[in-house]
């Protein structure tokens, strides 16, 4: 599932290309999103801003109008050349929002809903999301403080929980973690703020990095260690069976949660809470 980094990179790719551009075609398979366009066209609009928003993404046009998109687990936002060969199959084709050179394609996206400017930040998930590490404005205290109200839950899944800090998915949760040399299965009002504070600090030292130069693009892949070797990328996530890269230990995983998800750790790095 794309993590925040993800949806970041592709809110500026698809900002670089449309901000400031006028729409000259819309079309979707969403029937509440060509309803709306039949009732207040997209046509003439101009595209003001597309940004991210932990998993969501965000494009502003002129009308106080904001088309929200959420990939899930295989969605994708594509910019094309008009007339250029797609990369995924035409069936997957969820939006198409065309400006005169460019085309944004949204593929295989599960969520989307034209919402109000103003309402964006007023109610509804956008609105709900914990402090978000990779914006400009991100507040760690206040990241901290929603964590530590979330005391009875294990500290991997209160990292998933978007209202608590934004972005996170399974792959930072487990990197994170590790880095932090904490259990996945610690409950959060068993950690001290001080370690709360670091393991958010890490959060936001990680994901930046993923967005921050062109490595994790170049290298197609998110990368927590630093080194440049793809196979190299990451400390625990994937790698189950093979040998922690600090002590050797072989990794574990475990489906953790109310969601089942995926969990992997070293448990000599990150003993047990005893
Ligand atoms: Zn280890």
Not at 111 to 124: I, K, N, P, S, T
């Amino acid at each position: 599932m794309p993590e925040g980094d993800t949806i970041f990179r592709a809110a500026r790719t698809l900002n670089e290309a449309l901000a400031g551009r006028t729409v000259t075609r819309f079309e979707s398979v969403f029937a509440q999103l060509t309803r709306f366009d039949g009732a207040s066209p997209l046509l003439g609009r101009t595209i003001e801003r597309v940004d991210a928003r932990g998993k969501h993404l965000l494009i502003w046009f002129s009308g106080d109008l904001v088309l929200r998109t959420h990939m899930r687990m295989h969605g994708s936002w594509h910019i094309y050349r008009p007339g250029e060969r797609w990369q995924r199959p035409r069936h997957e084709m969820r939006i198409v929002i065309e400006t005169p050179p460019y085309v944004a394609v949204a593929f295989a996206v599960p969520v989307a809903e034209f919402v109000e400017a103003a309402a964006v930040d007023r109610e509804g998930p956008v609105a709900e999301l914990g402090p978000d590490p990779l914006s400009d404005t991100f507040d760690a205290a206040a990241a901290l403080a929603r964590l530590q109200a979330r005391g009875d839950v294990e500290i991997a899944d209160a990292l998933l929980d978007q209202r608590a800090i934004a972005g996170i998915g399974n792959v930072f949760k487990s990197e994170v973690l590790f880095a932090a040399r904490v259990s996945p299965f610690t409950l959060v009002r068993a950690l001290g703020a001080d370690t709360l504070a670091r393991i958010v600090a890490i959060a936001e030292r990680q994901m930046r990095a993923n967005v921050g130069d062109a490595g994790a693009a170049v290298l197609g892949g998110r990368r927590t260690t630093n080194r440049l070797d793809p196979s190299a990328r990451l400390w625990v996530y994937g790698r189950r069976g093979l040998p922690c890269r600090r002590c050797g230990t072989p990794i574990q995983r475990a489906k953790q949660g109310p969601d089942m998800r995926s969990t992997y750790w070293c448990e000599r790095c990150q003993p047990r809470p005893a």
